[in-house]
């Protein structure tokens, strides 16, 4: 041996846990979703998720190679997950160009701009889509109608989403129960045979995902339980007083992106709150902002909005609502 | 379901490599040198002198205030000098350096493996027999026992915990010594009960130690009032607030000590000290220790001379290992690292761990994610990541108001953290300068 003993301070043993080892586990989580939106949407799919993986790579070793000139850190996995999660956001019929546009706002605006991973108030994929909803209005609202490898890419053929289809609906005076009628059934919905964003769309898929990522003790349960119980008991609500006029809480939690966002998006660490009694605010926050924005708002849909509302809360949470202390308030017997 | 703390926690892995061998008496070294302050508290001040001849088990420095221990030699032979030597943690103090000639004890100790189980003394003069024989406490932190013993008016003890929890990985000199030592510990804690004046003592047993859960449940059944827990293993779950938490539910409020819940906690090898030394008279100069290491030939668990340098320890485990990057004091979780071979064991050294060079250096520090990891795995219930950056950058009023002084230093946080960031040390940071201010505040 040298002669030199090393001294540092305890702990002398550090967990096997690493960003690396917990942004892979996210991808694996991803993976059942990535296989049903290949699945439905065929070639589409490949192509979006590897535009939009690759293109946030490459912003991000740019940026840090060229612009901040630090380390590169892209091998954290973390531009990964936001390359994929913006992905799954999207219509599998997005052209390339877009999608460069959309990683770029994700990456460079959303993520870089605040210092790179860690800092970012808002969650980069969700700034990113929304940007490239409001600029591309179009091409992001048609959505390719799941036909397997038929589907295509930019030929494929396109419908409306079941959400799309019940505001409308609803819009012109029809009433649920004949809407029903033109919507995929609970089944299929769950199976992900319907329009929508490539990956939102297989709620068995996500959910597989979703106990990975607590088997893995990636996540708490607080978040994704907490927006899909608030969702589901606001729209129980809306549904009981008026059931023509109000779809239900079963529709709600299948259709769009609820359990995309609850499960991948709202949980993102940087952006999510540290406590578990925030983190259940938060969540709350999250299902009632997106019922709202549904049942009441212009757009269809409200999952990304209403991550990105509640992101913009959590630095107020995380200084205010503490954890209760060991010893803090004693009750003893 | 077992029994355990509710909050926070990790379970690092254990690495008992040397739970099945049996405790070994290390031979008397050539020399000792023995530091005046081993225990929290005042140091003892020397009563001997250069050239004087000193026997096993004489007061070689004597306590000096309430909080404070009798230091006694450890073996016999002549006082050298008496100079600064480097302690563990490598800060030079006070020791007693002794050349040692033969092996020869006062008379007074009681010698014969005759286990006494009649308590002769009452319960004032048991503490007074802790104080003399120096007895502290066994686990590590070595906070002298008569103190504990003595219940301040105003305050009632109404139950006994002992501690044979064990959680830091690596260690096993308290389980090798409730194998073979159990029925003097339980007459130890039989005596600890009759000095605290409590009919009641629980002993916490982690449930990776299944022979000795079953080896103390049975000798207890001859024991009154004593009963044996068997917990959950979790770290750290032989800290003394989630060991009261664990067993009775609890909890003892921010900055009190055990007594404001009725309950004082002592560890087994401590009980086992105090059975040495109110039957057979025999004070506190020798203690288990766990010489392990992934890389050591004959890892095992030592009877050992208090003063004996750490290298004729490590010589008898097989020397040290060729990749050793690094020793430790104790367990990995919160020992400390010894920055030289020579220094001598003291009361409150457990185990002595050599780290493989590859695994004695700290990962790459990260950015924060914010998993909130640290937050779940901090069994004080407070936010590492925070204190961590409110100590970065000065803000020791915040970190104050954020309660860092709670923190216990168990390490789970740095532990667990996936960026590898160093919570703890800038937690100990703010926690050293948020106790300077509440100093000078008191001051003005």
């Known amino acids: ?333 | 379901m077992l029994k355990t703390f509710p909050i926070g926690g990790v379970h690092p892995p254990e690495n008992k490599l040397t739970a099945d061998i049996p405790i070994e008496y290390l031979p008397v070294p050539e020399n000792v040198i023995i530091p005046v302050s081993q225990h929290i508290g005042s140091p003892a001040n020397p009563v001997v002198a250069k050239g004087d001849t000193v026997k096993v088990g004489q007061v070689i420095a004597s306590g000096k205030g309430f909080v404070s221990a009798n230091i006694h030699s450890s073996v016999s032979g002549k006082v050298s000098k008496i100079d600064l030597a480097p302690d563990s943690s490598g800060y030079r103090q006070t020791a007693v350096f002794i050349d040692v000639e033969g092996d020869d004890w006062l008379d007074t100790i009681d010698r014969s493996p005759d286990i006494v189980r009649d308590i002769k003394l009452s319960p004032e003069e048991i503490v007074k027999r802790c104080l003399e024989s120096g007895i502290v406490g066994m686990g590590g932190a070595a906070f002298p026992s008569h103190v504990k013993l003595t219940v301040p008016s105003g305050k009632k003890c109404d139950v006994l915990i002992i501690n044979g929890v064990e959680c830091e990985p690596y260690l096993t000199s308290d389980n090798r010594l409730m194998l073979e030592r159990g029925e003097q510990i339980l007459a130890g804690v039989t005596i600890l009960m009759k000095a605290l004046k409590v009919d009641k003592a629980m002993i916490g047993i982690e449930k990776n130690k299944p022979d000795a859960i079953a080896g103390m449940t049975r000798l207890a059944e001859s024991f009154s009032g004593i009963t044996v827990h068997p917990l959950k293993v979790k770290y750290p779950q032989g800290a003394e607030k989630q060991l009261i938490k664990a067993l009775i539910n609890r909890e003892v409020p921010s900055g009190r000590l055990p007594l404001d819940v009725g309950a004082v906690v002592h560890n087994v090898g401590t009980a086992h000290a105090v059975y040495e030394a109110v039957q057979k008279n025999k004070p506190l100069f020798e203690r288990v220790v766990t010489v392990t290491g992934k890389g050591l030939t004959k890892p095992g668990n030592f009877m050992v001379r208090i003063g004996t340098p750490l290298v004729k320890l490590i010589e008898t485990a097989g020397g040290i290992p060729g990749n050793t990057g690094k020793i430790i004091n104790g367990g990995p979780m919160m020992g400390k690292a010894v920055t030289n071979t020579d220094v001598p064991v003291v009361k409150g050294m457990s185990g002595v761990i050599l780290v493989p060079g590859e695994e004695s250096v700290r990962e790459r520090i990260r950015p924060c994610i914010r998993c909130a990891k640290c937050v779940s795995a901090c069994p004080m219930n407070l936010e590492p990541y925070l204190l961590m950056s409110l100590a970065e950058r000065n803000l020791f009023e915040r970190a104050e108001a954020e309660r860092v002084t709670d923190c216990m230093e168990c390490g789970s946080c740095s532990f667990t953290c996936p960026a590898g960031r160093p919570l703890l040390d800038y937690i100990r940071l703010g926690k050293s300068n948020v106790i300077k201010m509440a100093r000078q505040r008191n001051l003005k």
């Not at chain 1, 030199?4 to 301070?9: A, D, E, F, G, P």
């Not at chain 1, 999207?90 to 800092?119: Q, W, Y």
């Not at chain 1, 409308?168 to 033109?182: F, H, Q, T, V, Y």
Request: charged residues 10%.
């Open chain 1, 1 to 333: 041996m040298s002669n030199l003993l090393n001294v540092s301070q305890s702990p002398h043993v550090h967990g096997k846990e690493s960003t690396q080892r917990l942004m892979l586990n996210v991808v694996i989580a991803l993976i059942p979703a990535f296989i049903t939106s290949v699945f439905y949407f065929g070639a589409g799919a490949v192509i979006v998720t590897a535009t939009s993986v690759v293109s946030c790579l490459l912003f991000e070793y740019l940026i840090q190679r060229f612009v901040l000139r630090k380390p590169i850190s892209i091998n954290d996995g973390s531009a990964l997950v936001t390359g994929i999660l913006l992905a799954f956001n999207l219509p599998s019929n997005i052209p390339v160009l877009i999608i460069v546009i959309g990683s770029f706002v994700s990456i460079a605006v959303a993520k870089m701009t605040f210092g790179g991973i860690g800092n970012n108030p808002f969650n980069p994929a969700l700034v990113g889509r929304v940007f490239m909803l409001i600029s591309f209005p179009v091409q992001m609202t048609s959505w390719p109608v799941p036909k397997g490898f038929g589907t295509g890419y930019l030929d494929a053929v396109t419908g409306a989403t079941p959400l799309a289809v019940i505001k409308e609906g609803l819009k012109n005076g029809e009433p649920i129960s004949d809407l029903i009628a033109r919507i995929p059934t609970p089944s299929q919905m769950f199976l992900g045979d319907m329009g929508g964003s490539m990956g939102e769309v297989a709620a068995i898929a996500l959910l597989i995902g979703f106990a990975w990522l607590l088997i893995r003790k990636v996540i708490t349960w607080h978040i994704p339980v907490s927006v899909i119980g608030s969702l589901a008991l606001f729209t129980a609500i809306l549904w009981l007083v008026n059931p023509e006029k109000n779809a239900s809480p079963m529709f709600h939690i299948l259709a769009g992106g609820v359990l995309l966002g609850a499960i991948f998006m709202a949980t993102d660490y940087v952006t999510s709150p540290m406590v578990p009694k925030a983190m259940l605010i938060y969540g709350c926050g999250i299902g009632i902002i997106t019922v709202i924005i549904r049942v009441y708002g212009a757009y269809p849909e409200g999952v990304s909005f209403a991550i990105l509302i509640m992101n913009a809360f959590v630095p107020l949470m995380n200084s205010y609502i503490k954890p209760k202390r060991f010893g803090e308030e004693v009750k003893n017997g």
